[in-house]
Protein backbone atom coordinates (compact mmCIF):
# COMPACT_ATOMS: atom_id res chain seq x y z
CA UNK A 1 0.00 0.00 0.00
CA UNK A 2 5.62 5.66 -2.42
CA UNK A 3 12.37 9.06 -8.32
CA UNK A 4 13.89 10.22 -10.92
CA UNK A 5 12.73 12.03 -14.30
CA UNK A 6 15.45 10.80 -16.76
CA UNK A 7 18.11 8.89 -16.00
CA UNK A 8 20.52 10.85 -18.16
CA UNK A 9 20.37 14.10 -16.31
CA UNK A 10 22.09 15.04 -13.24
CA UNK A 11 20.80 14.44 -9.60
CA UNK A 12 21.45 10.79 -9.80
CA UNK A 13 23.67 8.75 -6.95
CA UNK A 14 26.97 6.90 -8.23
CA UNK A 15 25.79 4.56 -6.35
CA UNK A 16 22.27 4.03 -8.51
CA UNK A 17 24.69 3.71 -11.38
CA UNK A 18 26.58 0.79 -9.93
CA UNK A 19 23.03 -1.02 -9.34
CA UNK A 20 21.99 -0.52 -12.88
CA UNK A 21 25.20 -1.52 -14.13
CA UNK A 22 25.39 -4.79 -12.35
CA UNK A 23 21.50 -5.50 -13.26
CA UNK A 24 22.04 -4.87 -16.32
CA UNK A 25 25.23 -7.14 -16.56
CA UNK A 26 22.75 -10.30 -15.38
CA UNK A 27 21.04 -9.44 -18.05
CA UNK A 28 23.02 -9.35 -20.87
CA UNK A 29 22.20 -10.91 -23.86
CA UNK A 30 18.63 -11.47 -23.33
CA UNK A 31 17.76 -8.83 -26.27
CA UNK A 32 15.50 -7.14 -24.22
CA UNK A 33 17.59 -4.71 -22.50
CA UNK A 34 18.22 -2.08 -25.89
CA UNK A 35 19.06 0.56 -23.55
CA UNK A 36 21.57 -1.00 -21.23
CA UNK A 37 24.55 0.98 -22.61
CA UNK A 38 23.08 4.08 -21.42
CA UNK A 39 25.39 6.48 -19.02
CA UNK A 40 25.25 6.24 -15.60
CA UNK A 41 23.24 7.98 -13.50
CA UNK A 42 24.92 11.16 -11.67
CA UNK A 43 24.22 11.68 -7.89
CA UNK A 44 20.36 11.50 -6.61
CA UNK A 45 19.32 11.66 -2.44
CA UNK A 46 17.16 9.08 -1.96
CA UNK A 47 13.44 9.61 0.30
CA UNK A 48 12.04 7.07 2.75
CA UNK A 49 8.09 7.70 2.75
CA UNK A 50 5.35 6.42 5.37
CA UNK A 51 2.47 5.13 3.95
CA UNK A 52 0.05 3.62 6.78
CA UNK A 53 -3.17 3.96 8.45
CA UNK A 54 -3.17 1.40 11.00
CA UNK A 55 -6.23 1.03 13.34
CA UNK A 56 -7.83 3.88 14.63
CA UNK A 57 -4.41 6.20 14.00
CA UNK A 58 -5.14 8.45 10.28
CA UNK A 59 -2.40 10.33 9.08
CA UNK A 60 -4.48 13.33 8.42
CA UNK A 61 -3.50 16.98 8.00
CA UNK A 62 -5.07 17.67 11.13
CA UNK A 63 -3.32 14.90 13.44
CA UNK A 64 -0.40 15.58 11.53
CA UNK A 65 -0.41 19.19 12.77
CA UNK A 66 -1.32 17.63 16.34
CA UNK A 67 1.69 15.52 16.06
CA UNK A 68 4.37 16.90 14.04
CA UNK A 69 7.14 17.32 16.52
CA UNK A 70 6.72 13.49 17.76
CA UNK A 71 6.16 12.60 13.59
CA UNK A 72 9.42 14.47 12.40
CA UNK A 73 11.36 11.88 15.73
CA UNK A 74 10.69 9.22 13.09
CA UNK A 75 12.79 8.13 10.49
CA UNK A 76 10.94 8.96 7.64
CA UNK A 77 11.66 11.91 5.08
CA UNK A 78 7.91 12.44 4.40
CA UNK A 79 4.12 10.90 4.95
CA UNK A 80 1.17 9.63 2.67
CA UNK A 81 -1.57 12.17 3.57
CA UNK A 82 -5.06 10.81 4.52
CA UNK A 83 -6.78 13.41 2.70
CA UNK A 84 -10.01 13.80 5.08
CA UNK A 85 -11.33 17.01 7.06
CA UNK A 86 -11.16 16.71 10.69
CA UNK A 87 -15.04 17.32 10.59
CA UNK A 88 -15.27 14.31 8.72
CA UNK A 89 -17.44 15.92 5.95
CA UNK A 90 -14.86 16.17 3.41
CA UNK A 91 -12.72 12.95 2.36
CA UNK A 92 -10.35 13.89 -0.47
CA UNK A 93 -8.64 10.46 -0.93
CA UNK A 94 -11.95 8.55 -1.64
CA UNK A 95 -13.34 11.34 -3.38
CA UNK A 96 -11.35 12.75 -6.74
CA UNK A 97 -12.11 9.54 -8.45
CA UNK A 98 -15.58 9.29 -7.88
CA UNK A 99 -18.03 10.93 -10.39
CA UNK A 100 -18.93 13.45 -7.80
CA UNK A 101 -17.44 17.43 -8.13
CA UNK A 102 -14.92 18.12 -5.81
CA UNK A 103 -13.74 21.71 -5.39
CA UNK A 104 -10.36 23.04 -4.99
CA UNK A 105 -12.07 25.08 -2.02
CA UNK A 106 -12.93 22.06 -0.18
CA UNK A 107 -9.57 20.22 -0.92
CA UNK A 108 -7.53 23.76 -0.06
CA UNK A 109 -9.65 23.50 3.45
CA UNK A 110 -8.83 19.82 3.90
CA UNK A 111 -5.14 20.68 3.63
CA UNK A 112 -4.97 23.89 5.52
CA UNK A 113 -3.69 22.30 8.47
CA UNK A 114 -0.27 21.53 7.38
CA UNK A 115 -0.26 24.63 4.77
CA UNK A 116 2.46 26.48 5.05
CA UNK A 117 4.00 24.40 7.94
CA UNK A 118 7.81 24.38 8.54
CA UNK A 119 8.99 20.60 8.59
CA UNK A 120 12.56 20.10 8.99
CA UNK A 121 12.59 16.40 8.09
CA UNK A 122 9.49 15.44 6.75
CA UNK A 123 9.73 17.39 3.63
CA UNK A 124 8.18 14.66 0.87
CA UNK A 125 5.18 14.25 1.56
CA UNK A 126 2.38 13.29 -0.87
CA UNK A 127 -1.62 13.04 -0.96
CA UNK A 128 -3.57 9.74 -1.11
CA UNK A 129 -5.76 8.93 -3.48
CA UNK A 130 -7.86 5.40 -3.63
CA UNK A 131 -8.97 4.35 -6.85
CA UNK A 132 -13.05 4.22 -6.10
CA UNK A 133 -15.55 4.60 -8.52
CA UNK A 134 -14.88 6.07 -11.60
CA UNK A 135 -17.14 6.17 -14.48
CA UNK A 136 -16.53 3.93 -17.41
CA UNK A 137 -13.72 4.65 -19.97
CA UNK A 138 -15.98 5.33 -22.65
CA UNK A 139 -18.05 8.08 -20.85
CA UNK A 140 -17.60 11.19 -19.42
CA UNK A 141 -14.30 12.15 -17.37
CA UNK A 142 -14.67 15.24 -17.42
CA UNK A 143 -15.48 15.47 -13.30
CA UNK A 144 -12.93 13.14 -12.63
CA UNK A 145 -10.51 15.10 -14.77
CA UNK A 146 -11.34 18.52 -13.11
CA UNK A 147 -10.85 16.72 -9.31
CA UNK A 148 -7.39 15.89 -10.28
CA UNK A 149 -6.80 19.16 -11.24
CA UNK A 150 -8.12 20.68 -8.19
CA UNK A 151 -6.33 17.93 -6.03
CA UNK A 152 -2.52 19.43 -7.66
CA UNK A 153 -3.80 23.17 -7.23
CA UNK A 154 -4.23 22.25 -3.38
CA UNK A 155 -1.24 19.82 -3.18
CA UNK A 156 1.08 22.75 -4.37
CA UNK A 157 -0.27 25.52 -2.30
CA UNK A 158 -0.51 23.43 0.68
CA UNK A 159 3.68 22.45 -0.12
CA UNK A 160 3.22 18.54 -1.01
CA UNK A 161 5.62 16.96 -3.19
CA UNK A 162 2.40 15.72 -5.09
CA UNK A 163 0.10 12.61 -4.97
CA UNK A 164 0.32 8.55 -3.90
CA UNK A 165 -2.43 6.55 -6.35
CA UNK A 166 -3.45 3.53 -5.05
CA UNK A 167 -4.64 2.26 -7.98
CA UNK A 168 -5.93 -1.27 -6.65
CA UNK A 169 -9.89 -1.76 -7.40
CA UNK A 170 -11.14 -1.78 -4.10
CA UNK A 171 -14.19 -0.33 -4.72
CA UNK A 172 -15.21 -1.66 -8.13
CA UNK A 173 -13.61 -3.52 -10.91
CA UNK A 174 -12.55 0.06 -13.18
CA UNK A 175 -9.58 -1.51 -14.53
CA UNK A 176 -11.11 -4.80 -15.41
CA UNK A 177 -11.89 -5.98 -18.59
CA UNK A 178 -14.49 -7.30 -19.27
CA UNK A 179 -15.42 -7.60 -16.20
CA UNK A 180 -15.82 -3.94 -14.93
CA UNK A 181 -16.70 -2.23 -18.06
CA UNK A 182 -19.82 -0.77 -19.46
CA UNK A 183 -19.25 -1.84 -23.26
CA UNK A 184 -18.17 -5.45 -23.54
CA UNK A 185 -18.51 -4.63 -27.33
CA UNK A 186 -15.85 -3.13 -27.27
CA UNK A 187 -12.33 -5.10 -27.45
CA UNK A 188 -9.70 -5.09 -25.46
CA UNK A 189 -7.20 -3.03 -27.58
CA UNK A 190 -9.81 -0.25 -27.68
CA UNK A 191 -10.68 0.11 -24.09
CA UNK A 192 -6.95 -0.23 -23.70
CA UNK A 193 -6.15 3.22 -26.24
CA UNK A 194 -9.03 4.96 -24.14
CA UNK A 195 -7.70 4.21 -20.75
CA UNK A 196 -4.51 5.19 -21.86
CA UNK A 197 -6.21 8.40 -23.27
CA UNK A 198 -7.88 9.41 -20.17
CA UNK A 199 -5.07 8.85 -17.91
CA UNK A 200 -3.12 11.08 -20.14
CA UNK A 201 -5.92 14.11 -19.55
CA UNK A 202 -5.94 13.24 -16.14
CA UNK A 203 -2.02 13.82 -15.71
CA UNK A 204 -2.01 16.83 -18.35
CA UNK A 205 -4.59 18.44 -15.77
CA UNK A 206 -2.64 18.21 -13.11
CA UNK A 207 0.53 19.32 -14.39
CA UNK A 208 -1.32 22.70 -15.55
CA UNK A 209 -1.67 23.46 -12.23
CA UNK A 210 1.13 21.67 -10.72
CA UNK A 211 3.70 21.45 -13.56
CA UNK A 212 6.67 20.36 -11.12
CA UNK A 213 3.83 17.14 -9.50
CA UNK A 214 5.15 14.02 -8.76
CA UNK A 215 2.62 11.02 -9.31
CA UNK A 216 3.51 7.97 -7.15
CA UNK A 217 1.10 5.24 -8.75
CA UNK A 218 1.38 2.08 -6.30
CA UNK A 219 1.11 -0.78 -8.85
CA UNK A 220 3.18 -0.18 -12.71
CA UNK A 221 1.99 -0.59 -15.74
CA UNK A 222 3.62 -4.38 -14.97
CA UNK A 223 0.32 -5.53 -13.14
CA UNK A 224 -1.42 -5.50 -16.63
CA UNK A 225 1.24 -6.68 -19.06
CA UNK A 226 0.99 -10.83 -19.55
CA UNK A 227 4.94 -11.05 -19.83
CA UNK A 228 5.84 -9.99 -16.60
CA UNK A 229 7.89 -12.74 -15.35
CA UNK A 230 6.79 -14.11 -12.29
CA UNK A 231 10.62 -15.32 -11.71
CA UNK A 232 11.55 -11.62 -10.73
CA UNK A 233 8.47 -11.09 -8.32
CA UNK A 234 6.01 -9.20 -11.03
CA UNK A 235 2.12 -11.20 -9.51
CA UNK A 236 0.44 -12.66 -11.94
CA UNK A 237 -2.59 -10.60 -11.50
CA UNK A 238 -3.16 -9.46 -14.98
CA UNK A 239 -6.37 -11.21 -16.07
CA UNK A 240 -8.20 -8.81 -13.22
CA UNK A 241 -6.26 -5.27 -13.74
CA UNK A 242 -6.13 -5.11 -17.87
CA UNK A 243 -6.87 -1.42 -17.64
CA UNK A 244 -4.52 -0.06 -14.96
CA UNK A 245 -1.16 -0.31 -17.23
CA UNK A 246 -2.66 1.51 -20.31
CA UNK A 247 -4.48 4.28 -17.64
CA UNK A 248 -0.52 4.62 -16.52
CA UNK A 249 0.82 4.84 -19.34
CA UNK A 250 -1.19 7.72 -20.16
CA UNK A 251 0.03 8.80 -16.92
CA UNK A 252 3.44 8.59 -18.78
CA UNK A 253 2.57 10.53 -22.33
CA UNK A 254 1.07 13.61 -19.82
CA UNK A 255 3.44 13.61 -17.28
CA UNK A 256 5.58 17.01 -17.56
CA UNK A 257 9.77 17.53 -18.15
CA UNK A 258 9.92 19.11 -14.57
CA UNK A 259 7.39 16.45 -13.38
CA UNK A 260 7.93 12.56 -12.39
CA UNK A 261 5.38 10.09 -13.39
CA UNK A 262 6.97 7.47 -10.53
CA UNK A 263 5.76 3.36 -11.24
CA UNK A 264 5.28 2.63 -7.46
CA UNK A 265 6.48 -0.96 -7.17
CA UNK A 266 4.18 -2.38 -4.56
CA UNK A 267 5.98 -5.44 -4.90
CA UNK A 268 6.13 -7.03 -0.92
CA UNK A 269 7.99 -9.96 -1.52
CA UNK A 270 11.24 -8.32 -3.16
CA UNK A 271 14.47 -9.00 -0.29
CA UNK A 272 18.00 -9.35 -2.09
CA UNK A 273 19.42 -7.11 -3.85
CA UNK A 274 19.27 -9.20 -6.74
CA UNK A 275 16.04 -9.15 -6.72
CA UNK A 276 15.45 -5.39 -6.64
CA UNK A 277 18.49 -4.47 -9.22
CA UNK A 278 16.64 -7.38 -11.50
CA UNK A 279 13.02 -6.09 -11.30
CA UNK A 280 14.52 -2.51 -11.70
CA UNK A 281 15.66 -3.62 -14.94
CA UNK A 282 12.58 -4.98 -16.38
CA UNK A 283 10.48 -2.04 -15.39
CA UNK A 284 12.96 0.45 -16.85
CA UNK A 285 14.03 -0.78 -20.12
CA UNK A 286 12.54 -4.26 -20.69
CA UNK A 287 8.54 -3.63 -20.47
CA UNK A 288 8.89 -0.86 -23.40
CA UNK A 289 10.76 -3.06 -25.36
CA UNK A 290 10.60 -4.69 -28.85
CA UNK A 291 10.88 -7.87 -27.04
CA UNK A 292 8.20 -7.66 -24.79
CA UNK A 293 6.25 -5.53 -27.32
CA UNK A 294 3.53 -4.29 -24.78
CA UNK A 295 0.27 -4.17 -25.84
CA UNK A 296 -0.27 -0.50 -24.30
CA UNK A 297 2.81 1.42 -24.54
CA UNK A 298 3.18 2.84 -28.33
CA UNK A 299 6.31 2.87 -30.57
CA UNK A 300 6.31 6.68 -29.73
CA UNK A 301 6.50 6.05 -25.96
CA UNK A 302 8.89 3.54 -26.00
CA UNK A 303 11.29 5.63 -27.14
CA UNK A 304 11.09 8.10 -24.44
CA UNK A 305 10.24 5.40 -21.66
CA UNK A 306 13.24 4.73 -19.80
CA UNK A 307 14.80 8.42 -19.95
CA UNK A 308 11.55 9.39 -18.48
CA UNK A 309 9.92 7.07 -16.01
CA UNK A 310 10.66 6.75 -12.23
CA UNK A 311 11.41 3.68 -10.06
CA UNK A 312 9.88 3.39 -7.00
CA UNK A 313 9.37 0.35 -4.48
CA UNK A 314 6.96 -0.43 -1.53
CA UNK A 315 8.25 -2.61 1.13
CA UNK A 316 5.61 -3.90 3.97
CA UNK A 317 6.22 -4.91 7.01
CA UNK A 318 4.58 -7.87 7.60
CA UNK A 319 5.51 -11.32 5.61
CA UNK A 320 3.94 -11.80 1.97
CA UNK A 321 4.17 -14.14 -0.75
CA UNK A 322 5.86 -16.75 1.50
CA UNK A 323 8.75 -13.95 2.62
CA UNK A 324 9.28 -13.39 6.27
CA UNK A 325 9.57 -10.42 7.76
CA UNK A 326 11.02 -9.38 11.27
CA UNK A 327 13.09 -6.37 12.35
CA UNK A 328 16.68 -7.55 10.58
CA UNK A 329 14.69 -8.52 7.41
CA UNK A 330 13.13 -5.20 7.32
CA UNK A 331 16.13 -3.07 7.40
CA UNK A 332 18.24 -5.36 4.89
CA UNK A 333 14.95 -5.05 2.59
CA UNK A 334 14.66 -1.63 2.71
CA UNK A 335 18.42 -1.01 2.54
CA UNK A 336 18.30 -2.66 -0.55
CA UNK A 337 15.12 -0.89 -1.67
CA UNK A 338 16.62 2.91 -1.10
CA UNK A 339 19.85 1.68 -2.60
CA UNK A 340 18.04 0.48 -6.28
CA UNK A 341 15.07 2.68 -6.53
CA UNK A 342 15.68 6.19 -8.48
CA UNK A 343 14.50 8.35 -5.17
CA UNK A 344 11.67 7.21 -3.47
CA UNK A 345 10.89 4.10 -1.23
CA UNK A 346 7.62 4.11 0.44
CA UNK A 347 7.08 1.71 3.78
CA UNK A 348 3.57 0.56 3.93
CA UNK A 349 2.56 -0.42 7.66
CA UNK A 350 0.20 -2.86 8.65
CA UNK A 351 1.62 -4.87 11.96
CA UNK A 352 2.02 -1.06 13.94
CA UNK A 353 1.59 2.09 13.08
CA UNK A 354 4.61 4.25 13.29
CA UNK A 355 2.57 7.84 13.72
CA UNK A 356 2.34 7.09 17.87
CA UNK A 357 5.16 6.24 20.18
CA UNK A 358 5.40 2.55 21.55
CA UNK A 359 3.81 3.81 25.11
CA UNK A 360 0.74 4.98 23.01
CA UNK A 361 0.62 1.64 21.13
CA UNK A 362 3.06 2.38 18.09
CA UNK A 363 5.77 0.27 16.64
CA UNK A 364 8.63 -0.80 19.33
CA UNK A 365 12.21 0.74 19.15
CA UNK A 366 13.14 -2.47 17.78
CA UNK A 367 11.05 -2.21 14.64
CA UNK A 368 11.60 1.85 14.32
CA UNK A 369 15.30 1.08 14.98
CA UNK A 370 15.11 -1.26 11.97
CA UNK A 371 14.05 1.54 9.40
CA UNK A 372 16.30 4.00 11.06
CA UNK A 373 19.47 1.35 10.43
CA UNK A 374 18.51 1.34 7.15
CA UNK A 375 19.06 4.92 5.84
CA UNK A 376 22.80 5.57 6.27
CA UNK A 377 23.49 3.78 3.14
CA UNK A 378 21.89 6.22 1.25
CA UNK A 379 21.20 10.16 2.43
CA UNK A 380 19.03 10.31 4.79
CA UNK A 381 16.85 13.45 3.58
CA UNK A 382 16.69 14.94 0.39
CA UNK A 383 16.31 18.23 1.43
CA UNK A 384 19.23 18.32 3.45
CA UNK A 385 18.11 17.79 6.99
CA UNK A 386 19.60 15.26 9.44
CA UNK A 387 17.29 12.50 11.01
CA UNK A 388 15.92 13.27 14.54
CA UNK A 389 16.00 11.05 17.61
CA UNK A 390 13.03 9.75 19.32
CA UNK A 391 10.63 11.81 21.02
CA UNK A 392 7.29 12.25 22.66
CA UNK A 393 3.96 12.66 20.75
CA UNK A 394 1.69 15.70 21.41
CA UNK A 395 -1.33 14.88 23.10
CA UNK A 396 -3.84 15.50 19.71
CA UNK A 397 -4.11 12.23 17.42
CA UNK A 398 -6.17 12.51 15.69
CA UNK A 399 -6.45 15.85 14.43
CA UNK A 400 -8.43 18.10 17.46
CA UNK A 401 -8.78 15.65 20.25
CA UNK A 402 -7.33 14.36 22.56
CA UNK A 403 -6.40 11.06 23.88
CA UNK A 404 -3.80 7.74 22.79
CA UNK A 405 -5.38 6.98 19.27
CA UNK A 406 -7.41 9.23 16.86
CA UNK A 407 -10.98 7.90 16.41
CA UNK A 408 -12.01 7.50 12.91
CA UNK A 409 -15.71 8.24 12.44
CA UNK A 410 -18.37 5.83 11.09
CA UNK A 411 -17.67 7.31 7.62
CA UNK A 412 -14.06 5.96 7.45
CA UNK A 413 -14.15 2.62 9.35
CA UNK A 414 -15.46 0.34 6.95
CA UNK A 415 -13.44 2.23 3.96
CA UNK A 416 -10.28 0.99 6.18
CA UNK A 417 -11.42 -2.37 7.31
CA UNK A 418 -12.57 -3.45 3.43
CA UNK A 419 -9.44 -1.62 2.01
CA UNK A 420 -7.30 -3.74 5.10
CA UNK A 421 -9.83 -6.81 4.04
CA UNK A 422 -8.25 -6.20 0.50
CA UNK A 423 -4.81 -6.08 1.37
CA UNK A 424 -5.26 -9.37 3.46
CA UNK A 425 -6.49 -11.12 0.15
CA UNK A 426 -3.08 -10.03 -1.39
CA UNK A 427 -1.19 -11.82 1.16
CA UNK A 428 -2.86 -14.92 0.39
CA UNK A 429 -1.48 -14.17 -2.99
CA UNK A 430 -5.06 -13.32 -4.98
CA UNK A 431 -5.75 -10.63 -7.48
CA UNK A 432 -7.79 -7.86 -5.88
Given at each position: ????????????????G??????????????A???????????QD??????????N????????????????????????????????????????????????????????????????Q?????????????P????D???????????????????????????????????????????????L??Y????????R??????VA????????T????????????????????????E???P????????????????D??????????????Q??V??????????????????????????????????Y?L????????????????????????????????????L????????T???????????????????????L??????????????????????????V???I?????L???????
Amino acid sequence: MFTMKNVFRSGRRLAAGLVLAVAVTLFAGTGALQASSAPAPAAQDKALVYAGWFGNTLPTPGFIAANKSFLETQPFNGLIVYLRSSSLGINASTGVMKNVPLSYDAIDSVLNPIKDMEFTQLKQNFGLVLGTTPPDFFDDWSTIVDNFANLARAAKNAGLKGIAFDNEQYFAPWGNYPTGVAYPGASLAQYQVQARLRGRQVMEAMVAEFPAIVVVTLHGPYVSEPSAPESLNFPQWQSGNELLGPFFAGFQEGSSVAGQNVDGGELYDLRSAEDFQQNYVWRRYDIASSAVNCAYIPSALRTTWADNISISFGVYDLPFGGKSMNPAILTTTLTNALATADTWVWFYAEDSTYLLPESQGGATDEWVDAVRAALPATSSDPSGSTPLGLGTASGDSGGGSSGSCGLLGIEVVPVLLFIGLQRGLKRRNRPV
